[in-house]
């Protein structure tokens, strides 16, 4: 049982800047592609970030809404995945789940955190 935990969500005033982190006791983190998602209110959940395992040379790609305000990545030491979210817009609001797999989207899910961007 691979078990991926999401921290760092919460509420922020639009502008603003939130670092959400993914980790996990079971498995290294490094070993495979990391994705970020997130599913808002009414809405399908999508894929908006992810990184490549240590054999992808660390390539990243973004979801066209994030691009240029979102940054992944990786801490091996710490066995994490940052999702550096920089000039918040309200329509960020939604919960946002660390995905992990030998490739992206993967079998393994966390259980979300929520980003409210709100004034």
């Known amino acids: 049982q691979v078990n991926l935990v999401e921290s760092g969500g919460g509420l922020v005033q639009p502008g603003g800047s939130l670092t959400l982190s993914c980790t996990a006791s079971?498995?290294?983190?490094?070993?495979?592609?990391i994705g970020w998602f997130r599913q808002g209110p009414g809405k399908e959940r999508e894929g908006i970030s992810c990184?490549?395992?240590?054999?992808?040379?660390?390539?990243?790609d973004y979801a066209h809404s994030v691009k240029g305000r979102f940054t992944i990545s990786r801490d091996n030491a710490k066995n994490t995945v940052a999702l550096q979210m920089n000039s918040l817009k309200p329509e960020d609001t939604a919960v946002y789940f660390c995905?992990?797999?030998?490739?992206?989207?993967?079998?393994?899910w966390g259980q979300g955190t929520q980003v409210t961007v709100s004034s």
């Open positions: 990184i490549s395992d240590s054999n992808g040379n660390g390539r990243t």
């Open positions: 995905n992990a797999g030998a490739r992206y989207p993967g079998a393994y």
């Open positions: 079971e498995i290294l983190l490094e070993d495979y592609a």
